[in-house]
């Protein structure tokens, strides 16, 4: 008798294959190989029909291995690229066409009836085009479909996972249905397994969890669930549901939280899911609330077994026999290692070696993390506000000789206050007679300038917000981090941010777009921009002035049309780099322009640049 979890397990890897063959039949349209029709002329929401052409039924007629061979060279050329829309399959086995249509509901519009009646003359159209070799067409998708990629790794471990959670803590499918019909459900999925989260959430955007696309919402700003789909499938009619990824409560202030989650259970108008792959226990505000808690206990012999079957196509009787004869434990490991690890056509052996050296590390990292936590057992260091610490290559602090530039990034250090220098010394604390440009830069703050309008409100309500911060008052996301300057060049945006570093004393990492541009090669930008925000990860507190950012272009800007996809690249990964600041403590993101203008719009978006200051020239007050 089938169970719940092998029910749903089923279900998940049939949109996980669905999904791959939308990729591939999108890819044999570019190559030629397939002929595709918006049902309804003009209207790509109603869906595609797939036919097979004439040119691509000849090849039936040559010899198999020439016909699979010749189809491979195809699809080799054509790009690997997501489906722009979301299409409807006609020949998914055991499927017939008409069962795979859409059906229009009940009082819909003009437009809904004459997009029905193109419908039906399209499929007469179709089915008559189709009586001629249906035969031969399904054929030659079964030889297409010959080309599909083994399933993802990561996909097929997180539809484990998930298929365990829901047949462990539900006693059959309508109490699932039930729940889930709930138009503002709360749901809880724990599955201890490191990288779950990120996993779950990629997945539930792209559709492979629930049966639509959706768009993530994160209910709280610090959250990593939501990966922001952009362009990856670009054209999909997507639902809303909000998220929460449980490695974040614990850093969230429970008093803010709180009244977030409340504010979203209240308006009823998207399903919450909260996500969370720690092993501790979340507090009780959020794990004693949902209206269903599903929850597995992780990796284990038997779900290891499943995966290399579907994977690699190696029987679970021989790998249970490996792993219990090697012992393998899996505590640790990650659903990353796993990609890592079980590739297609590496022998059993070699696969569970590479695991054992995965989870080792994984395990002996997570024991010195414990003991820079002095004991406290939590896996991650923490300060005495709860921001957890974070290991870098190198810290900026008082006392120490930081470069002054990384990567080609400037490290600029706060300058101490003239009154604390005159405290430390002998000698005049406003003037250094053999350099005055250090006593200047002591002397250049925020509080001392003039003429930046709203900007100088700003930092100075910055600073005393960073003091709350640093006491463990006032949570990161609920302060204003992010600020964008625009004037005319010799306007003092780079003063400012100088004036900024010295007024919150913490460092100040300079950059710019036009040395992010120097490499040329899409990858070398991506990682030089990457790179600058890493750093101040790395390093927070810490302030990362942008200069020049509106030469990053504009996806609207109607212009580069040449370079199209070369631009929109760069202002996405700028998009995701600002969005996960927002997710991080201790990271102050300023950036300057001459020509606000030509700034992409997104980029002003909430939890992006959202502060924008229009400055004169200042005034300096000596």
């Not at 829901?166 to 397994?193: E, Q, T, Y």
Request: proline share 6%.
């Amino acid at each position: 008798m089938e169970t719940l979890t092998d029910r749903i397990t089923r279900y998940l890897l049939a949109r996980i294959r669905r999904l791959a063959i939308l990729d591939l039949y999108e890819r044999a349209a570019v190559a030629g190989l397939l002929e595709a029709d918006f049902i309804v002329a003009g209207d790509e929401t109603t869906g595609t029909v797939w036919r097979v052409p004439e040119q691509s039924l000849r090849l039936l007629h040559a010899d198999p291995v020439k016909a699979r061979a010749e189809i491979m060279r195809r699809l080799g050329k054509a790009p690997h690229k997501t489906t722009a829309i979301d299409v409807l399959i006609q020949d998914l086995p055991a499927e017939p066409v008409h069962e795979k249509l859409r059906s229009a509901p009940k009082g819909r519009t003009d437009r809904e009836n004459r997009a029905a009646a193109g419908l039906k003359s399209r499929q007469a159209v179709a089915a008559k085009g189709l009586e001629k070799t249906p035969s031969a067409s399904s054929e030659f998708r079964a030889l297409l479909r010959e080309q599909l990629a083994p399933p993802s790794v990561a996909h097929v471990a997180v539809a484990l996972l998930v298929a365990r959670a829901v047949g462990s803590s539900v006693p059959d499918l309508s109490a699932l249905s039930a729940v889930l019909r709930n138009p503002g459900a709360f749901v809880l999925i724990k599955a201890p397994v490191g990288r779950f989260e990120r996993r779950f959430g990629l997945m539930l955007e792209d559709g492979l969890i629930v049966p639509y696309w959706t768009k993530l919402e994160d209910v709280h700003r610090s959250s990593p669930l939501s990966d922001g789909y952009g362009d990856r499938r670009r054209g999909k009619t997507r639902k809303t549901i909000k998220t929460l990824a449980g490695t974040d409560v614990p850093k969230a202030v429970e008093r803010s939280l709180s009244r977030f989650l409340v504010d979203v259970l209240l308006e009823r108008t998207a399903p919450l899911v909260l996500a969370d792959e720690t092993r501790t226990a979340l507090p009780p505000f959020v794990s004693m609330t949902p209206d269903l808690v599903l929850e597995c206990g992780g990796l284990d012999h038997e779900l290891m077994a499943e995966l290399l079957q579907m994977c690699c196509g190696i029987a679970p009787k021989q790998s249970l026999q490996q792993l219990k004869k090697m012992a393998l434990d899996l505590e640790g490991l990650s659903i990353d290692a796993l990609a890592l690890a079980v590739r297609p056509g590496r022998a059993l052996e070699h696969i569970l070696s590479i695991l054992e050296v995965l989870g080792e590390r994984a395990r002996s990292s997570d024991k010195s993390d414990d003991d820079d936590d002095d004991g406290r057992g939590s896996g991650r260091g923490s300060d005495r506000s709860g921001r957890p610490k974070v290991k870098s290559r190198f810290l900026i602090k008082d006392g120490d000789d930081p470069p002054n530039s990384v990567d080609g990034i400037d490290v600029v250090q706060p300058e101490k206050p003239a009154e604390t220098s005159a405290k430390e010394g002998s000698g005049s604390a406003s003037v250094d007679p053999a350099n005055p440009e250090h006593s200047r830069l002591r002397q250049l703050r925020v509080e001392t300038l003039s003429g930046y309008g709203e900007a100088r409100g700003w930092a100075l309500n910055l600073k005393e917000d960073l003091q709350l911060w640093r006491g463990g008052r006032l949570p990161w996301s609920e302060m204003s981090t992010k600020l964008i300057l625009s004037g005319p060049p010799g306007t003092g945006k780079t003063t400012y941010a100088r004036a900024l570093c010295n007024s919150l004393q913490i460092p100040l990492l300079v950059t710019s777009v036009a040395s992010w541009l120097e490499p040329g090669y899409l990858g070398d930008v991506l990682k030089r921009m990457s790179k600058a925000f890493e750093l101040a990860r790395e390093n927070a507190p810490v302030i990362l002035f942008i200069d020049e950012v509106d030469n990053i272009g504009s996806r609207s800007a109607g212009r580069r049309e040449q370079h199209d996809d070369y631009w929109r690249t760069l202002i996405n990964r700028l998009l995701e780099l600002l969005d996960g600041t927002s997710k991080t403590d201790g990271v102050i993101v300023v950036a300057a322009t001459n020509l606000p203008e030509k700034i992409d719009p997104a980029l002003l978006r909430s939890g992006r640049l959202e502060k924008h200051v229009a400055i004169p020239m200042p005034i300096w007050r000596r």
